[in-house]
């Protein structure tokens, strides 16, 4: 079991919330070890700590300079059945098993010890930018986002910002001389709210990945087949948007990706290419403007070669859990082709149950407006 | 004896015909291959004259050309020059709405851009290394100390820019209305 406590910023009780958690494993008997803390000094964390047998910390020597490490060695030698292990993104110093802490945890889970461990949300690799755009505080410790998706549990520790802030000012996160600096910078109400929406949407996803991935791997005809059948769908939302490498295509990704802003969620761009269909030219040049607007966006562009649109959107929107489909609105349709089923019915049939398909109409350039 | 003659004008009037839909076909397909004529339009910030907009139209319109607003967005050094700024794009989303909302009100086509770099005039450099313009409209506005383009980007752009540069300047001792950005 690997479970860890995600946080949207120091001082959420990540640490104390796995240390309340490992002393009710501790009383039901479980052989409980503290492979390594940061308390960061705060009292209440310590007190909490009591009790716990502590794997004490080696010392390592890098330039001349001594620094206190956790004892992989001694952990495995321990053998316990549940470690605690805080601030999974750390560094280690050069020269031990592994350069980060999150690879010692992955040694520690391989010799069958349960970890608890702690991350805030900054520290992922996916987020970094994001994070950095938003408070303009840049992390250099990340793990990838992985890391993560191998934890059979992760909580998320919230915590209002106006409760965190006040916190901070009691000085239960920083020694007093630090509480105005972090005021001014990290810690503003408007960084700690962007922070904890990124934290909660993190967690939201990570859900849905997991129940999408059961979905994906649980064979036919078990019972998981039949769980996971009548489970509601995922609260989380997700968009797909069907482009080509065409001007217009701008317009469908800006709405797409504003619908996407108001759900809240990701936005994903899918060009289906013909087989044979050229890729130079015009063509190439929309589709690298495409790709530029979704890297701006932090979208991602899916390029699938598959000669039926239909079957490939659907395929790619049941592996990404797509709950809305966007398309733009068709060409007129003439000769033989006005038999055929409109586009957006035959996505409809093809695509899972509870996808919406929303068609979005061009803009006209007859001088009727805004379509 | 008729019907051989019957088949023969059959023949040729098909023959005629199919010659001339394939030739005119040909010609569509010459027409479409010709290059389009681009008119970029760059800006910053989270307005942009009206009168900028209204010119760059007036030309793509009597040139049947293409307009291109790009919006120039500056990524600070702590972050990576090809991050993700979904704030800065809701900026230049509003705005790219309301400049592709007038042109489809009078005809234009417009592919729009939104161009990243470490400055404004950075931003139009790497604009202007991949996408090819027949014509430059930068609004004067953007070049009286705001903080948008400057004098030397200007300076700059005639030297460098492989393209026609129209520089536009407000009327004298009038405010120029702007076009604000509008949600679409």
């Known amino acids: 079991m690997y479970k860890i406590f995600l946080g949207m910023a120091a001082g959420v009780g990540k640490t104390y919330r796995m240390l309340a958690e490992a002393q009710a494993q501790a009383e039901a008997g479980i052989d409980t070890v503290v492979g390594l803390l940061e308390t960061h000094g705060r009292a209440d964390t310590e007190a909490l700590a009591e009790g716990l047998e502590v794997v004490p910390r080696r010392r390592v020597s890098y330039r001349g300079v001594s620094l206190e490490e956790m004892d992989l060695p001694g952990i495995l030698a321990r053998k316990p059945e549940l470690c605690l292990i805080d601030e999974l993104a750390h560094t280690n110093a050069p020269g031990l098993e592994h350069p980060k802490r999150y690879e010692d945890i992955a040694d520690v889970l391989a010799a069958g010890i349960d970890v608890f461990s702690t991350v805030n949300v900054q520290h992922l690799e996916s987020l970094n930018d994001q994070v950095a755009e938003l408070t303009g505080v840049r992390v250099r410790e990340t793990v990838p986002d992985s890391v993560l998706g191998t934890a059979d549990e992760v909580v998320l520790i919230d915590l209002t910002p106006e409760a965190l802030v006040e916190r901070l000012r009691a000085g239960k996160i920083y020694p007093g001389e630090n509480v105005q600096a972090a005021l001014d910078n990290f810690f503003r109400i408007e960084n700690l709210a962007a922070l904890r929406e990124v934290s909660l949407r993190q967690v939201a996803e990570s859900v849905e990945a997991k129940r999408l991935t059961f979905e994906t791997t649980s064979p036919l005809g078990t019972r998981e087949e039949k769980v996971s059948a009548e489970v509601p769908q995922a609260v989380g939302e997700r968009v797909l948007a069907l482009v080509r490498p065409q001007p217009s295509a701008q317009r469908l990704v800006r709405r797409a990706w504003r619908s996407a802003q108001r759900l809240g969620t990701d936005l994903d761009l899918l060009w289906v290419k013909r087989p044979r269909e050229e890729f130079a030219g015009e063509v190439e040049r929309q589709v690298t403007a495409l790709r530029r607007l979704a890297s701006v966006l932090g979208a991602k562009l899916l390029i699938e070669e598959h000669d039926d649109l239909v079957a490939a959107a659907a395929r790619v929107a049941r592996e990404r859990g797509t709950t809305y489909l966007m398309v733009g609105e068709s060409e007129p349709r003439r000769g033989l082709r006005r038999l055929r089923e409109p586009l957006p019915q035959r996505l409809m049939r093809a695509t899972p149950p509870g996808v919406d398909v929303r068609i979005v109409a061009h803009r006209s350039t007859n001088g009727r407006g805004d379509a | ?184």
Not at chain 2, 115 to 141: F, K, N, Q
């Open chain 2, 1 to 184: 004896m008729i019907e051989h003659v019957l088949v023969g004008v059959a023949l040729a009037v098909g023959l005629g015909g199919g010659f001339g839909l394939a030739r005119r076909r040909h010609e569509g397909r010459v027409r479409d291959a010709e290059p389009v004529h681009r008119i970029l339009l760059p800006f910053t910030g989270t307005e942009i004259s009206r009168r900028a907009v209204d010119a760059a139209l007036r030309l793509a319109r009597a040139e049947d050309a293409e307009l291109m607003p790009a919006y120039l967005a500056q990524v600070p050094m702590r972050l990576p020059l090809e991050c993700s700024i979904p704030n800065e794009a809701g900026r230049a989303m509003a705005m790219l709405e309301t400049i592709e909302q007038r042109a489809a009100s009078q005809g234009v086509p417009v592919d729009a851009r939104i161009e990243r770099g470490r400055s404004y005039r950075h931003a139009l450099e790497r604009l202007l290394d991949t996408e090819a313009v027949d014509r430059i409209v930068v609004p004067a506005d953007s070049l009286n100390g705001g903080e948008g383009l400057g004098g030397d980007d200007l300076v700059w752009l005639l030297e460098k820019a492989p393209a026609e540069v129209l520089i536009l300047r407000p009327a004298p001792g009038r405010v120029q209305p702007r076009l604000a950005a509008i949600s679409a």
